[in-house]
T-cell receptor, first 111, second 117 residues
Framework: TQLLEQSPQFLSIQEGENLTVYCNSS?????LQWYRQEPGEGPVLLVT?????EVKKLKRLTFQFGDARKDSSLHITAAQPGDTGLYLC???????????FGDGTTLTVKP | DTAVSQTPKYLVTQMGNDKSIKCEQN?????MYWYKQDSKKFLKIMFS???????INETVPNRFSPKSPDKAHLNLHINSLELGDSAVYFC????????????????FGPGTRLTVL
């Protein structure tokens, strides 16, 4: 069974601070995605990283895929209250034809 | 326009009852999924269908029976509900199956919160 562990599980910070969320696995994935989920809604895709070592930026969010395609990180610069939510990483395995989701990081950004 | 819709949004029922959750997507996607999110927010795939055909069944108890009348709909029927079935169930869709050399964006519905008493 492929497992994706996210750390930290909970993070509460002040507006303007920086933070990094990690997603780790012992399995290799063909690609990795980050989703954000708000209360009462379904997850929404933020980014897909495909190549080992790839870095993608989405405004204040920076995503990196590990060289070995087993891990990923999400860095948020100058966090805003609107960044509050549950962040989920998901590893795609084309052999199994499915995505495996991480156990999530709940981020709270206080004004 | 809602891309992936689910009904009902909330479902409260007694143990032993049978219930259904409906899902529809208007994105023209070929592949649909059911996920279960537990109280710890862990999201786990239950089923996937491609063009009305079952592709993935993640050892879900056979009390859960998905049905896809057409590729835009994937309903979930649950028999003899148990306390442990309480969770949020998400329907999702993607353009196609996850194949070698590809990656998929999954579009999720708003979820159905099922509470079994």
């Amino acid at each position: 069974t492929q497992l994706l562990e996210q750390s930290p599980q909970f993070l509460s910070i002040q507006e303007g601070e920086n933070l990094t969320v990690y997603c780790n696995s012992s399995s290799v994935f063909s690609s990795l995605q980050w989703y954000r989920q708000e209360p009462g809604e379904g997850p929404v895709l933020l980014v897909t990283v495909v190549t080992g070592g790839e870095v993608k930026k989405l405004k204040r969010l920076t995503f990196q895929f590990g060289d070995a395609r087993k891990d990923s990180s999400l860095h948020i610069t100058a966090a805003q209250p609107g960044d509050t939510g549950l962040y989920l990483c998901a590893g795609e395995d084309t052999n199994a034809g499915k995505s495996t989701f991480g156990d999530g990081t709940t981020l709270t950004v206080k004004p | 326009d809602t891309a992936v819709s689910q009904t009902p949004k909330y479902l409260v029922t007694q143990m032993g009852n049978d219930k259904s959750i409906k899902c529809e997507q208007n994105l023209g996607h070929d592949t649909m999924y059911w996920y279960k999110q537990d109280s710890k927010k862990f999201l786990k795939i239950m089923f996937s269908y491609n063009n009305k055909e079952l592709i993935i069944n993640e050892t879900v108890p056979n009390r859960f029976s998905p049905k896809s009348p057409d590729k835009a709909h994937l309903n979930l029927h649950i028999n003899s509900l148990e306390l442990g079935d309480s969770a949020v169930y998400f329907c999702a869709s993607s353009q196609e199956l996850l194949l070698a050399g590809s990656y998929n964006e999954q579009f999720f519905g708003p979820g159905t919160r099922l509470t079994v008493l």
